[in-house]
């Protein structure tokens, strides 16, 4: 018998009270979810031990990942933090009140801003990504190693699916939520 978790004995609970309903998106969607707040709790504490809150782990990571000299503009930040721009102004400004990051003049256009990550920034971002790896690695030890490029496979014909179809139009809401 296969092992049962906590969405599959709400799957049954469904089932009984709606046997009319389709609930198999609600049995990846439930579990994502659950997954979801599981990693938010493992990233946040592998942050705060590295010193820093998620949101400037997110900025950071962006500027660490560019590569040297790790500068980018508010704008490249913006989109790949998926944040407004009056949020990103508010993080840079107390980034940089840190130490974390500085802005910078673009030598491009003299009227541009380009944002740069710190030494300070870099040895705190590289110090949480070892943690987050480390973390995530202990998430996934009941996936054997063999199945978790399937599983990514699979997540991410679902992000692409998901992305395409994008979010629910008003008044067209599926029903009740679990």
């Known amino acids: 018998m296969k092992q049962q978790d906590e969405v599959d004995r709400i799957l049954a609970d469904w089932s009984a009270a709606r046997p009319d309903l389709d609930l198999a998106p609600l049995a990846v969607f439930s579990r994502m979810t659950r997954i979801t707040k599981a990693l938010d709790r493992a ?10 809150a998620s949101w400037e782990f997110d900025v950071l990571a962006v500027l660490r990942r560019g590569g040297a000299p790790f500068r980018q503009s508010p704008k490249i930040l913006v989109q790949q933090t998926m944040v407004s721009s009056g949020t990103m102004t508010n993080r840079i400004d ?3 009140q840190r130490g974390l990051v500085r802005r910078l003049t673009d030598p491009n256009d003299g009227r541009g801003v380009l944002v740069e990550m710190t030494a300070q920034g870099q040895t705190l971002v590289d110090a949480a990504m070892t943690r987050l790896s480390d973390a995530e690695e202990l998430l996934l ?3 054997p190693r063999a199945e978790r490029e399937r599983l990514a496979t699979l997540l991410r014909r ?5 992305q395409h179809f994008g979010p629910i139009a008003a008044g067209d809401e599926p029903g009740p939520a679990a």
């Open 43 to 52: 990233r946040a504490q592998a942050f705060e031990r590295s010193g820093l």
């Open 94 to 96: 107390r980034m940089a």
């Open 141 to 143: 030890g009941g996936v």
């Open 158 to 162: 679902l992000a692409l699916s998901v």
